[in-house]
């Protein structure tokens, strides 16, 4: 099994973003290769499910953050290494015997393009084997007792392989002769191109945890401690949202007791940053990512499924309210099967009438009740559900996010407090912006002709 979500919750919390623009993964791809950047959106596409992988990923970034480690390869190296490593038709290969007269004076005039291609390829491999050799070497002791010390023990091992040996006998330099190109070319194009590999996938992966903890040292996140799934507990300690400069933070936690928050206030109080926030941090602490907060430990989810920016479809003639119910029925199947969910839904059943968004609101929210194994945000300005199922369920908690007033402007705090708010100001902006005003001024200078 794995880690499920949607595409819905991949959009709602902006994961990737349109063409990737200031979007979660791009706040940690620092990335210094193509083949870290394809292998850090691998690991946002997919989220571990496993309490001890997730805790020795983040063990190994957290790692890499003490350490100061820098990568220590050029960028273009790997450019040059996986254009010629993709190549791998027999016909292309370096022999002593090419090394003709036609060959030296094509060279000596810069022409011989397919043997620069081939010597920048081989020069290019030669050197990323070189460099993290010497790595392994400089950072055997201090990995050792650390998460990472098996990842490296593995790398390590293919690097003293027997095969790869004749390579490192050959000095790096920036112009290998035809007969170093071309034995190097035999051994690490053809021979051990399986162990060159998966060396470069090592190497790529040293690239993520490298950027991923420069970005936790730049921004100040922490490490969230995986906890097993039969605890069901969340505790974050001053969470917020990692693209908000300013943000407010929020600490709240999550058990069997009290698995289900319910929440409330009006409009521009902070609802939706904060279940976007909470959402992020629980993506990415699957991951084993740092989070944007002070402190969190969580039980292990088999999922994270969010409604918050839930669009009409149209194209099938769906009102929002079916879209909405639907929506619901999708989470309804996941539950039915007993799998240990999150799940966020912002200002539910707002698609319908108050009766009958009151009426669902209160009987959705019962039954998400009784799926204690399960883990619940539930948003809403029908603060008259809640007094209902304040009566009827004793593991909800009601949490509201205030309004407060300087005259007759209104203001937020973005801090959590706990019951259930009344706050109701949209009429209140509405004259503030002198919007019926501006109405009946017009109604009276355009009389009807």
């Given at each position: 099994m794995s880690f499920i979500t949607d595409k819905q919750t991949l959009d709602d919390l902006n994961i990737f973003g349109k063409r990737g623009h200031n979007s979660v993964y791009a706040l940690f791809n620092r990335t210094g290769t193509r083949g870290g950047a394809e292998?850090?959106?691998?690991?946002?596409?997919?989220?571990?499910?496993n309490a001890d992988a997730i805790n020795r990923r983040s063990g190994i970034i957290r790692f890499f953050q003490q350490s100061k480690t820098q990568f220590p390869f050029r960028s273009d190296w790997f450019d040059a290494a996986e254009h010629y490593l993709s190549n791998t038709d027999d016909r292309s290969r370096l022999g002593g015997e090419t090394d003709s007269l036609g060959r030296k004076f094509r060279s000596m005039i810069g022409s011989d393009t397919e043997y620069e291609l081939l010597h920048k390829g081989a020069s290019a491999v030669h050197h990323i084997l070189c460099n993290l050799k010497d790595f392994a070497a400089s950072i055997k002791s201090a990995a050792d007792g650390t998460p990472y010390k098996q990842e490296l023990d593995e790398m390590t091992k293919l690097l003293e392989a027997e095969e790869l040996q004749p390579a490192f006998k050959i000095k790096p330099g920036n112009k290998l002769s035809f007969q170093d190109t071309s034995f190097l070319d035999k051994l690490l194009r053809f021979q051990q191109i399986d162990k060159v590999k998966k060396l470069l996938y090592y190497i790529y992966n040293l690239d993520v945890y490298?950027?991923?903890?420069?970005?936790?040292?730049?921004?100040?996140?922490?490490?969230?401690?995986?906890?097993?799934?039969?605890?069901?507990?969340?505790?974050?300690?001053?969470?917020?949202?990692?693209?908000?400069?300013?943000?407010?933070?929020?600490?709240?936690?999550?058990?069997?007791?009290?698995?289900?928050?319910?929440?409330?206030?009006?409009?521009?109080?902070?609802?939706?940053?904060?279940?976007?926030?909470?959402?992020?941090?629980?993506?990415?602490?699957?991951?084993?990512?740092?989070?944007?907060?002070?402190?969190?430990?969580?039980?292990?989810?088999?999922?994270?499924?969010?409604?918050?920016?839930?669009?009409d479809n149209l194209n099938l003639g769906y009102s929002h309210f079916y879209v909405e119910v639907l929506r619901v029925k999708k989470m309804a199947e996941f539950l039915r099967q007993g799998k240990n969910l999150f799940i966020i839904f912002d200002e539910l059943f707002r698609g319908t009438n108050v009766k009958d968004a009151y009426e669902a609101t209160v009987a959705i929210t019962g039954a998400f009740a009784k799926k204690r194994n399960c883990m619940f945000i539930v948003s809403t300005h029908i603060m008259e559900?809640?007094?209902?199922?304040?009566?009827?369920?004793?593991?909800?908690?009601?949490?509201?996010?205030?309004t407060k007033m300087n005259g007759t402007h209104p203001y937020y705090t973005y801090?959590?407090?706990?019951?259930?708010?009344?706050?109701?100001?949209?009429?209140?902006?509405?004259?503030?912006?002198?919007?019926l005003d501006i109405l009946k001024k017009g109604l009276t200078e355009t009389p009807v002709k």
């Open positions: 292998l850090l959106e691998q690991m946002f596409r997919y989220p571990l499910d490298i950027s991923v903890a420069n970005v936790a040292t730049a921004r100040n996140f922490v490490f969230p401690e995986a906890l097993e799934t039969s605890l069901h507990t969340i505790r974050i300690t001053n969470v917020y949202h990692p693209h908000l400069e300013g943000a407010v933070p929020n600490s709240i936690t999550i058990t069997p007791d009290s698995n289900i928050i319910f929440l409330t206030g009006a409009n521009m109080a902070g609802k939706s940053t904060f279940m976007k926030s909470l959402g992020i941090a629980l993506f990415l602490a699957h991951m084993g990512f740092p989070v944007a907060a002070e402190k969190m430990e969580f039980s292990v989810r088999e999922g994270l499924f969010t409604t918050i920016n839930l669009p559900a809640g007094d209902t199922l304040r009566e009827m369920h004793k593991n909800i908690r009601f949490l509201y996010l205030p801090t959590l407090e706990e019951g259930i708010t009344a706050d109701r100001h949209g009429m209140i902006i509405i004259n503030n912006e002198g919007i």
